[in-house]
C-alpha cells in the first residue's frame, strides 16, 4: 500500500523534529508524485519503499532549509547576478560543456555532495574539509563526466520543489502530468536554495544546467531577465539513444526491481520530443538574443573556441588563465578518456525513423548542429 501525502510529512517531521517546509507550490507536486506511485507502482512493495524514502528525504532536507533561514536569512541577501544556463536534449554534450565552463572561477556551480546535501552552505576555504565532501575520487562511469568538485546538474533543487518529472524512478505518468502543469514557483524556490549555497561560497554568477529546462524556459527566462541560454544540440537519433540506456541505469540504481517495459522507449521518445517543441515555441516569444546554438560536434572539436563563441556571447572575458585550463581539461576529457557507452535505440524499440519523424520540425530548424 502507498503511503499518503500527508503520513509522508508526518514520517519527516518526526525524523527531524521539523515542520516548516517553506514556500508554497511544493504539494501539487508531491500529491501527484504519490498517487503516481499507487498507479505505476503500487505492485512492486521494494519500489514503493525506495521511492517513499526519497520523498521523506526530501522533505526533510526543505525543513533543514527553513530552518537554516530562519536564524540566518540576512545571510542571504546577495542577489544572483546573470546566470548562465545551458539548455539541451539530454546527451547532447551538456555535461561536458558545464564543465569545461566550470574551469572559470568567476562561475558558481553546484557540486554534488552540496547539492544533495546544502544544509549548512559551504564556507570558501573550508570546502576541502567539508565533512560532506567525498574524500575517495568517483570511479569512471561510461555515461558521465564525474569528479568529486565537479559541476552538478540542478535537477535535484526541482525535486526539492516537488516540481521535476522523475524520469528516473518507475513513475511515467508523473512525467505526462508534470509537462502539462504550469511552474510558477519554481525558480523562486531554485534561487531560495542557490542564495542560500552562496551566502558563504561566493561568487553570485550561477552556471546552471539541466535538459529540462527545454520545458521551462518561459518561467526561468521571466525569473531570471539578465539570464542567458546556450542551447546544445545533436541528432536526437543518438541522442535518445543514449538517454535510453542513461535513464534505465538510473532508474535500475534508484529502484533495482524495475527493469524497461514496451512503453519506456516511447514514453521518452514522447517527453523529449514534446520538450523541444515546448522550447522552440518558448524561443519565440523570449527573443533570439538570449540563445546560442553550438553543437555537440563544436563542443568536441573545438572545446576553447566554443568557450570563445559563449563568453563573446554573453559579454564576459575569458581570460588567457582560464581558456589554459580549458585547454587542458578538454585535452584530459577527449573522446576515448572514459569507457565506451554503448547503446541502441531497437534495445527500447524505437527506430531511427521513428526518431526523425517525431523530431522533424526540430531537425529542420537545427539541421546545422545536428550531427550523429
Not at 20 to 33: A, C, I, K, T, V
Not at 93 to 114: I, Q, V
Not at 136 to 143: E, I, K, T
Not at 245 to 257: E, G, K, L
Request: aromatic share 8%; hydrophobic share 40%.
Amino acid at each position: 500500500m502507498v503511503s499518503s501525502a500527508e503520513s509522508l510529512v508526518a514520517r519527516a517531521h518526526e525524523s527531524c523534529g521539523l515542520t516548516d517546509l517553506g514556500p508554497g507550490g511544493w504539494r501539487g507536486g508531491l500529491d501527484n508524485l504519490v498517487s503516481a506511485t499507487e498507479r505505476d507502482a503500487s505492485d512492486d512493495p521494494e519500489a514503493v519503499e525506495r521511492i517513499e524514502a526519497l520523498l521523506v528525504q526530501r522533505l526533510v532536507t526543505r525543513m533543514r532549509i527553513e530552518e537554516w533561514y530562519s536564524e540566518h536569512a540576512r545571510e542571504a541577501a546577495d542577489p544572483i547576478d546573470g546566470p548562465l544556463m545551458i539548455v539541451g536534449l539530454p546527451r547532447t554534450a551538456t555535461t561536458a560543456l558545464h564543465f569545461l565552463l566550470a574551469n572559470d572561477p568567476g562561475f558558481r556551480y553546484l557540486r554534488p555532495w552540496e547539492v544533495n546535501n546544502p544544509v549548512p552552505p559551504p564556507v570558501l576555504g573550508r570546502e576541502h574539509d567539508d565533512p560532506r565532501r567525498p574524500r575517495v575520487p568517483p570511479a569512471a562511469n561510461p555515461r558521465h563526466i564525474v569528479a568529486v568538485d565537479g559541476p552538478a546538474e540542478d535537477w535535484p533543487i526541482h525535486a526539492l520543489a516537488f516540481d521535476h518529472a522523475e524520469l528516473t524512478l518507475p513513475v511515467p505518468s508523473h512525467a505526462t502530468w508534470w509537462r502539462g502543469t504550469a511552474h510558477p514557483d519554481l525558480f523562486p524556490y531554485q534561487e531560495r536554495v542557490l542564495r542560500l549555497l552562496h551566502a558563504h561560497r561566493p561568487p553570485h554568477r550561477w552556471l546552471l544546467k539541466t535538459p529540462a529546462y527545454v520545458f521551462l524556459l518561459p518561467e526561468a527566462a521571466a525569473h531570471y531577465p539578465d539570464a542567458r541560454f546556450v542551447f546544445t544540440h545533436r541528432d536526437p537519433v543518438a541522442a535518445l539513444a543514449s538517454t535510453c540506456s542513461t535513464v534505465a541505469a538510473a532508474r535500475r540504481q534508484r529502484t533495482p526491481s524495475w527493469s524497461p517495459d514496451a512503453a519506456f522507449g516511447p514514453s521518452l521518445l514522447e517527453h523529449w520530443s514534446v520538450g523541444v517543441q515546448q522550447a522552440m515555441a518558448a524561443r519565440e516569444a523570449i527573443g533570439p538574443e538570449r540563445f546560442l546554438d553550438v553543437g555537440q560536434h563544436e563542443i568536441e572539436s573545438d572545446p576553447v573556441g566554443t568557450a570563445e563563441r559563449i563568453y563573446e556571447f554573453t559579454g564576459l572575458t575569458l581570460d588567457d588563465e582560464v581558456r589554459l585550463s580549458m585547454r587542458r581539461w578538454a585535452e584530459a576529457n577527449s573522446q576515448g578518456a572514459r569507457p565506451a557507452h554503448r547503446y541502441s535505440l531497437e534495445e527500447y524499440g524505437l527506430t531511427a525513423a521513428g526518431v526523425t519523424d517525431a523530431f522533424a520540425p526540430y531537425l529542420e530548424r537545427f539541421a546545422s548542429h545536428c550531427f550523429r
